[in-house]
Nanobody, 115 residues
């Protein structure tokens, strides 16, 4: 099982980034997918989630209207489009796959929002 995140980097406030997560080794279309983030000294928090079919999504209040989660079950990919980035969005972003009691995590990708 692998979840490999990419797309992180350094961006100025107000800028945009698109994170990608490539999944392999499990039946991707059967799993709900999420993005979490963890800033230094803080607990990991849920940023956005999408159901296995892609019909339903859920967002943290802090990112509503700025971030969009999407998935492509044909390509085993999940994405996080991040717009209007703020310094407080700086964190390591993790991809998560969940089905019942099974959880898979990626290694994370750093996002730094700074002028």
């Amino acid at each position: 099982v692998q979840l490999v995140e990419s797309g992180g980097g350094v961006v100025q406030p107000g800028g945009s980034l698109r994170l990608s997560c490539a999944a392999s080794g499990f039946t991707f279309s059967s799993y709900d997918m999420s993005w979490y983030r963890q800033a230094p000294g803080k607990e990991r928090e849920l940023v956005a989630a999408i159901t296995s079919t892609g019909v339903s999504t859920n967002y943290a209040d802090s990112v509503k209207g700025r971030f969009t989660i999407s998935r492509d079950n044909a390509k085993n990919m999940v994405y996080l489009q991040m717009n209007s980035l703020k310094p407080e969005d700086t964190a390591v972003y993790y991809c998560n796959a969940r089905r019942r009691w099974v959880d898979y995590w990626g290694q994370g990708t750093q996002v730094t929002v700074s002028s």
